[in-house]
């Protein structure tokens, strides 16, 4: 046993001992459990929604692109900025209209603004199909962190069924409780890490953060901003502002708006967390700094640079401590990610169809499913090959499908009827489906269009094609139509 | 006073208007390549556009009466 090993167990267990200990004194009902008893103040809430942006996504990945991609990477930073802006006017929104309709989940918000169950069901499938590949990700790099900090002597699967089994633990006991606390650790960790790695590395090798650009841009000129093709300057604009619009549309991302205890509680927010994610410059910077220190490492390998590059820098104990953090950046996402979708599945899903069941047993069958999700995760995580790889790519464009219906519905008179958001979804959906199974781009599809426009994200075009199905079936008279389709659709 | 709202628009200018202007690596200001260095601002110029927004913001008055 080394040392980072024995580091990175004991974060493990007293994560695990927070999260469990987080349901004391609580009578776990599934308000409770799913929304905390909507009663979170100003630092939980903003632990829960700044631990969704700091996923191992963004400590692997975001490093990882800084070393393989360069100046696209920055688009990270823009679009959280402007997500959070967007916040202080929808999320109080939101906020009050679930609390007086006591909504638990992201498809009650549709179902009840729609009047529709059948939307609810909708809703909940499209989450649900694009947060497992989310947590399968997450999954992943869980196993990828444990395994190269560990150097070796606990393989990527046993690391990823250790992971999985203390989520599973402390989601089934203290629901988003859990995910609370454990986030208070984790987001204390990733700040230390991260800023200590991301100065740290560039003064050692570079002697300074100016130097290392400057050593970038002599071996590689012009890396470091916006290539003219390809990832291009209106690629950057139509990916951050589309990222933006899917950034609240995660289901598991919806559902903590409902666990603040008053509104302001997302206005404050929106003033700090702005500047709290600029946490993510250093892992940049750790990215960055590996470019000329380890060069070679190709393809989906780049998410290795900050990893390998601590590794032949530092002591196991460090490394065990980066490790850690790694660990808690995949479990607290994971863990609202299970209590989310096992929430959608129970309460949007069985309830529908069986309307008879008790508010109780729906609390129950959601604490049930939390094991069965995460099962199903872990086949995919060892089993899944091309699919899964193609299900991660839409699942950002599959939740944005979401926005149009969301957004028109917060609006005092909201032209969009039940079946417009049903064809809308659907319809946008299937377009994400087809492209990102083609994998066409703009490009591909137009290739005559300008440059500039060829590099748009191809992401607008399912949103387009949303829009413009959701406001025409809007239009149809459906008055006589609706009552049928409904019971057809039954 | 909820005009005070619309300052909200300047982060969106800033950030996805300015973009084109600032693709440049170089000069390097505080250390970072030039493109680098105007998202950092922006994101501080946006907390403290929030942090203007919230003060002046009746809502947020509102509710912390009731």
């Given amino acids: ?490 | 006073m909820k005009g005070i709202r619309w300052l909200m628009v300047f982060p969106f200018l800033g950030i996805l208007g300015g973009i084109p202007f600032a693709n440049k690596v170089t000069p390097y200001v505080l250390g970072m390549p030039f493109i680098l260095f105007w998202l950092v601002a922006w994101v501080i110029i946006t907390s403290i556009i929030m942090a203007v927004v919230y003060r002046f913001d009746p809502d947020v008055r509102e509710e912390e009466r009731t």
């Avoid at chain 1, 990945?61 to 800084?66: D, K, Q």
């Avoid at chain 1, 970038?216 to 619009?245: C, N």
């Avoid at chain 1, 790889?389 to 149009?404: I, K, N, R």
């Avoid at chain 1, 009827?417 to 137009?446: E, H, N, P, R």
């Fill in chain 1, 1 to 490: 046993m080394n040392a980072a090993l024995v580091i990175i167990f004991a974060f493990l267990l007293f994560s695990l001992y927070l999260g469990v200990q987080a349901r004391k004194g609580k009578d776990m009902n599934l308000e409770q459990w799913t929304v905390g008893g909507r009663g979170f103040g100003t630092i939980f809430v903003f632990l829960l929604m700044a631990g969704e942006i700091y996923t191992t996504f963004t400590f692997l990945g975001g490093s990882g692109w800084a070393y393989g991609k360069g100046g696209p990477t920055f688009y990270i930073i823009a679009y959280g900025c402007l997500a959070y802006v967007l916040s202080y006017w929808m999320l109080p929104k939101v906020w009050k209209y679930a609390k007086e309709h006591k909504l638990m989940s992201q498809s009650d918000f549709f179902v009840s603004k729609y009047n529709s169950p059948l939307l609810g069901v909708l809703v909940s499938l499209v989450g649900v199909i694009a947060l497992i590949p989310y947590l399968v990700l997450q999954l992943k790099g869980l196993g990828i962190i444990v395994s190269e900090a560990s150097y070796g002597t606990i393989s990527s699967t046993a690391a990823i069924w250790i992971g999985v089994l203390a989520v599973t633990v402390y989601v089934t006991i203290s629901g988003i409780h859990g995910s609370a606390w454990t986030a208070v650790v984790k987001d204390i960790m990733i700040l230390v890490v991260a800023i200590f790695l991301g100065l740290y590395l560039p003064f050692h090798y570079y002697g300074g953060i100016q130097p290392m650009f400057e050593a970038i841009e002599q071996a590689k000129p012009g890396f470091l901003a916006l290539p003219d093709k390809g990832m291009s300057v209106s690629w950057f604009i139509s990916t951050v502002l589309l990222t933006v619009l899917g950034f609240y549309m995660w289901p598991h991302t919806f559902g903590s708006i409902y666990s603040a205890k008053s509104a302001n509680v997302f206005r404050k927010n929106a003033m700090i967390l702005p500047i709290y994610q600029l946490v993510l410059l250093f892992v940049f910077f750790v990215g960055f700094a590996a470019i000329l220190q380890i060069p070679h490492l190709e393809g989906s390998d780049a998410d290795l640079a900050l990893l390998r590059l601590s590794i032949q820098t530092f002591d196991p104990w460090v490394v065990g401590l980066i490790g850690a953090a790694g660990l808690l950046t995949a479990m607290v996402p994971g863990s609202m990610i299970l209590m989310t979708a096992s929430t959608l599945l129970a309460k949007n899903v069985y309830k529908v169809f069986s309307p008879s069941a008790t508010d109780e047993q729906v609390a129950k069958l959601a604490k049930y499913l939390v094991p069965v999700i995460a099962f199903i995760s872990l086949y995919f995580t060892f089993r899944g090959g091309n699919t899964i790889v193609a299900l991660l790519l839409m699942g950002y464009s599959l939740v944005t499908q979401l926005f149009p219906s969301f957004v028109l519905s917060l609006m005092e008179k909201n032209f969009v009827t039940k079946q417009g958001a049903f064809a809308g979804i659907i319809a946008g959906v299937a377009t994400v489906a087809y492209i990102t199974l083609s994998g066409s781009s703009i490009g591909t599809l137009f290739p005559s269009l300008p440059q500039a426009v060829q590099d748009l994200n191809v992401g607008i075009i399912a949103l387009i094609v949303n829009i413009v199905v959701t406001v025409a079936v809007s239009w149809i008279p459906t008055r006589s139509v609706s009552f049928d389709t409904e019971k057809r659709a039954m």
